[in-house]
């Protein structure tokens, strides 16, 4: 059996809750695109991102460095710690897993958005850059989009 290359995997949300039993909550998940009610010095409060990015346990990861752009600039960016790669490598493995998965939470705080633009998330290894998908951010006159639900509505009535 081939195992998938590695790869990243982006979710785009507004807030992310740690629930008592180990849960986590999305909330206010985006599906690749956010419309911005357009303002003087318009300014997303909170953005998080989570990140997931995944190996086989045979080509295991020396390195994560990860990197948030808006458009072509660096919002942010983070080494996943070393010892927290190192320590992947160690575990006895869970029974039929075979990837070492590698996630965290990045929170964008009072974001700037000053036109339209792009998020998106790389991740560089010891070996390659992984591209994760974009959240296209849209400045509009009006953040409610009737149209899209009108259309549900015509969808679900015929």
Same mark, same amino acid.
């Given at each position: 059996?081939?195992?998938?290359?590695?790869f990243?995997?982006?979710?785009?949300?507004?807030d992310?809750?740690?629930?008592? $039993?180990?849960?986590?909550? !999305?909330?206010?998940?985006?599906?690749?695109?956010l $419309? *911005?009610?357009?303002?003087?010095?318009t300014?997303?409060?909170? +953005?998080?991102?989570?990140?997931?990015?995944?190996?086989?346990?045979?080509?295991? !990861?020396? /390195?994560?460095?990860?990197?948030?752009?808006?458009?072509?600039?660096?919002?942010?960016?983070?080494?996943?710690?070393?010892? &927290? &790669?190192?320590?992947?490598?160690?575990?006895?493995?869970? *029974?039929?897993?075979?990837?070492?998965?590698?996630? +965290?939470?990045?929170e964008l705080? $009072?974001?700037?958005?000053?036109?339209?633009?792009?998020?998106? *998330? #790389?991740? #560089? /290894?010891? @070996? %390659?850059?992984?591209? @994760?998908?974009?959240?296209?951010?849209?400045?509009?006159?009006?953040? @409610? #989009?009737?149209?899209?639900?009108? @259309? *549900? #509505? %015509?969808?679900?009535? $015929?």
């Amino acid at each position: 059996m081939n195992l998938c290359p590695r790869f990243i995997h982006t979710l785009y949300c507004d807030d992310v809750r740690q629930e008592v $039993n180990g849960k986590m909550t !999305f909330v206010g998940a985006y599906q690749g695109e956010l $419309n *911005v009610q357009r303002a003087e010095n318009t300014v997303l409060p909170k +953005l998080c991102i989570v990140v997931n990015v995944q190996t086989p346990k045979a080509q295991p !990861f020396d /390195s994560i460095f990860i990197r948030v752009l808006k458009d072509e600039d660096v919002i942010e960016e983070t080494y996943l710690p070393q010892e &927290i &790669i190192e320590a992947a490598k160690t575990v006895t493995p869970i *029974v039929g897993r075979k990837y070492h998965t590698y996630g +965290l939470i990045i929170e964008l705080i $009072n974001l700037p958005i000053e036109k339209d633009c792009m998020i998106r *998330v #790389r991740a #560089r /290894s010891e @070996s %390659e850059e992984l591209a @994760s998908a974009a959240l296209q951010i849209n400045l509009v006159d009006n953040a @409610s #989009r009737p149209e899209m639900f009108q @259309s *549900v #509505r %015509e969808l679900a009535t $015929n």
